[in-house]
């Protein structure tokens, strides 16, 4: 079956999934989607937690004469991050975000554990991205990795808890409530990608998470 998302140029075929299994498979026709909306949630999420200059896919300076040690770090002079923000980890200094949401069940991960998985991707994002962020763009950078079932590997895990810390001051919410503010987003976020592929996408497309959503339990 050949479904239409509303807003996309290429048809995407949605299946009738059976078992848990299948279901997870089918995430993988929609990998953009679930990507997406998880980066700008997050850059969302950054924003009210009061980070500064917050900018989705930031391009990276141009190359001239810099080597690296790693041959797989990222050398194209259109590379990119997901998110950019300034004061996640302190006041004046500006931290480099990429994201990756990645089935478990997937058969490059299937002999892997979910913890051996997460780690395995954060190190792939670190060996690509790592060096060339703290050298040339002189910042901090943080892969952010997710399972499908919403399982966070150490790095995001750790952003998100400080972006509930930063919540919790900025909005004299407790921390308790405003990590929990995040995780439901987070699932309903994840959950949201499960449905489009497995029924198709039958709304408006937006480019960015609304800030006025529903979900904010916190105003």
């Avoid at 259109?78 to 994201?99: C, H, K, N, Q, Y």
């Avoid at 190190?123 to 962020?133: A, D, I, L, M, P």
């Amino acid at each position: 079956m050949i479904f239409q998302l509303r807003g996309f140029r290429e048809p995407v075929p949605v299946v009738r999934p059976t078992t848990w299994s299948t279901v997870y498979r089918v995430l993988g026709v929609a990998v953009y989607l679930r990507h997406n909306q998880l980066r700008d949630l997050t850059a969302n999420l950054l924003e009210e937690a009061g980070c500064k200059d917050v900018i989705v896919e930031p391009r990276l300076l141009p190359l001239s004469t810099e080597t690296f040690h790693l041959r797989s770090t990222i050398t194209g002079d259109d590379a990119r991050l997901d998110v950019a923000a300034r004061g996640i980890w302190s006041p004046m200094e500006r931290t480099l975000l990429d994201f990756r949401v990645f089935n478990s069940l997937a058969p490059s991960n299937a002999a892997l554990s979910v913890t051996q998985a997460l780690d395995k991707h954060e190190q792939e994002k670190k060996r690509c991205y790592g060096e060339r962020v703290i050298q040339v763009e002189k910042f901090s950078f943080s892969p952010a990795v997710l399972s499908t079932s919403g399982v966070m590997g150490n790095e995001a895990d750790r952003l998100y808890k400080q972006i509930a810390r930063r919540l919790a001051t900025r909005t004299n919410q407790s921390y308790e409530d405003c990590i929990r503010y995040i995780r439901q987003r987070i699932s309903f976020s994840l959950i949201k990608t499960l449905v489009v592929s497995r029924r198709g996408f039958l709304g408006t497309r937006c480019e960015r998470v609304q800030k006025d959503s529903d979900l904010n339990i916190l105003k």
